[in-house]
């Protein structure tokens, strides 16, 4: 299927849909490009984490796009834009879904969607970048030693149609995509803000250190989490330096 300024690609399997989208822009002229499959054999997490999705049941997808208007220093802005354009799809499903940090979307505390960003910089600015996001939608069962997951099927107790998800998804996306072109950076950086998980309150925490109690302080515009314990002690983070201690 192809429109003026986006192409996208519908699979039954691949490896890696961010894989197969990092092809295809390398042929494309198209502003954005978008692959989905039924399946990916080697679908992948932040770092080497894999994402377990059972073949015909979730969505898995990849958005290339080339944000050449944002400095790589801002990359950050990106990924918010993905997350917020999965959990805004998601309210039109069930209440009870936020941010966590830096790029899982949670139903109350259980995982439904991860996103997976990948940039390839030019000097200062973004030259592409591919988004890969995971939403767990039909399965019922999970088998992985991941800790927390859940699917709308788990949630609603009946399928969800995974081609109206998809469409849903892609109009949010859309939509805060050209607001981020806009230069809307620091508005939708609050609506992040506002969606995020542990936004208030104190809670457990664990870095190289081990675990402590803490409150959410900011985020910064390169992404890194500032944690504040107690009066004055405020912490700084990257992905991966800090885990969030739920259930505790």
């Not at 502003?31 to 984490?49: C, F, L, M, P, W």
């Not at 019922?140 to 849903?168: C, T, W, Y």
């Not at 981020?180 to 208030?200: H, M, P, T, V």
């Not at 309150?201 to 985020?219: K, T």
């Amino acid at each position: 299927m192809r429109q003026t300024n986006i192409e996208v690609l519908q699979l039954n399997e691949t490896a890696s849909t961010n894989d197969e989208v990092k092809r295809l822009m390398r042929i494309s002229e198209a502003e954005k490009v978008i692959v989905v499959a039924d399946y990916q054999t080697a679908g992948r997490g932040q770092g080497s984490n894999r994402w377990e999705s059972e073949r015909g049941k979730n969505l898995t997808l990849s958005v290339g796009v080339r944000p050449v208007f944002i400095q790589a220093r801002h990359q950050f802005a990106l990924l918010q834009v993905m997350s917020l354009a999965v959990a805004q799809t998601l309210d039109q499903y069930t209440d009870g879904i936020t941010i966590k940090w830096p790029n899982d979307i949670y139903y109350c505390d259980m995982k439904i969607s991860g996103t997976l960003i990948e940039n390839e910089l030019r000097g200062q600015l973004i030259q592409q970048c591919v988004l890969g996001t995971g939403i767990n939608v039909n399965q019922e069962r999970f088998v992985s030693d991941a800790p927390n997951p859940v699917s709308l099927r788990q949630i609603l107790g009946h399928d969800v149609a995974r081609d109206r998800l998809f469409m849903a998804l892609l109009e949010q996306f859309e939509t805060l995509y050209e607001r981020l072109k806009s230069g809307e950076n620091e508005l939708i950086a609050g609506e992040y803000w506002d969606r995020l998980y542990w936004r208030k309150g104190v809670h457990p925490f664990s870095d190289s250190g081990g675990r402590f109690m803490a409150s959410i302080d900011s985020i910064e515009p390169d992404g890194h989490l500032l944690l504040r314990v107690g009066e004055g002690d405020v912490r700084r983070y990257a992905f991966k330096e800090v885990r969030f201690l739920i259930g505790d």
